[in-house]
């Protein structure tokens, strides 16, 4: 089975200070690891995702994670934050689970900026 | 914005009443999935169709169901609604066919259920 865990439910940080949200995962099969970002009273958007080739994936916002298969992790960088950066982050990795996608989600990550 | 839409946006009821919710996929997606989400369970898969037919079965329970129709467009019947119920729930569409765990799946923004 897959799983998602994020490591800390909150993260504050200051304003242009760098960031790392973690992420590990479990899966028995081949993994596509996504990251999407929830802005308040929104949906959730597409930061970035890695399906294979090199491991350091690059996103939209300035955003970028790297894949390490040995720790099982998909952490989440930003070398320098913004007060728009606010937001909740959630991992989540993808599996073909009887012929059909399954996206299973971390609990999140609220992450906030401080002037 | 994604291109998914939802309605309705806000939706108030009581225990034990039926409701409906709706999802428009962008155009040109054939896959439509459901979502809960929680501040005790987070966000959780309920359900998938692909162009009209269920495709996979997440969390979902039996009083909750779910349709696609010819225009693609999907709706979410949630009855005999429980406290426990209040959640958000989430659209989201994509394009590739079932079997491609490497789609990216376009959230809507949501419907917000409050059951009192």
């Known amino acids: 089975a897959q799983s998602v865990t994020q490591l800390d439910s909150q993260v504050p940080v200051f304003e242009e200070a760098p960031v790392e949200l973690r992420c590990n995962y479990s899966?028995?099969?081949?993994?596509?690891l996504f990251w999407y970002v929830q802005y308040p009273n929104q949906g959730l958007q597409l930061l970035l995702k890695?399906?294979?080739?090199?491991?350091l994936v690059k996103g939209i916002n300035g955003f970028e994670a790297e894949f390490n298969k040995s720790q099982t992790s998909f952490h989440l960088r930003k070398p320098s934050v913004h007060i728009s950066d606010t937001a909740e982050y959630f991992c989540?990795?993808?599996?073909?689970?009887?012929?059909?996608?399954?996206?299973?989600f971390g609990q999140g990550t609220r992450l906030t900026i401080n002037p | 914005d994604s291109g998914v839409t939802q309605t309705p946006k806000h939706l108030i009821t009581a225990t034990g009443q039926r409701v409906t919710l709706r999802c428009s996929p962008r155009s040109g997606d054939l896959s439509v999935y459901w979502y809960q989400q929680s501040l005790d369970q987070g966000l959780q898969f309920l359900i998938q169709y692909y162009n009209g037919e269920e495709r996979a079965k997440g969390n979902i329970l039996e009083r909750f169901s779910a349709q696609q129709f010819p225009d693609l467009h999907s709706e979410l019947n949630l009855s005999s609604l429980e406290l426990g119920d209040s959640a958000l729930y989430f659209c989201?569409?994509?394009?590739?066919?079932?079997?491609?765990?490497?789609?990216?799946?376009?959230f809507g923004p949501g419907t917000r259920l409050l059951v009192l």
């Open positions: 899966s028995s099969v081949s993994v596509y």
């Open positions: 890695y399906l294979s080739g090199s491991t």
């Open positions: 989201a569409s994509g394009r590739g066919a079932p079997g491609t765990p490497s789609e990216t799946q376009y």
């Open positions: 989540a990795v993808s599996a073909l689970i009887q012929g059909a996608q399954k996206l299973v």
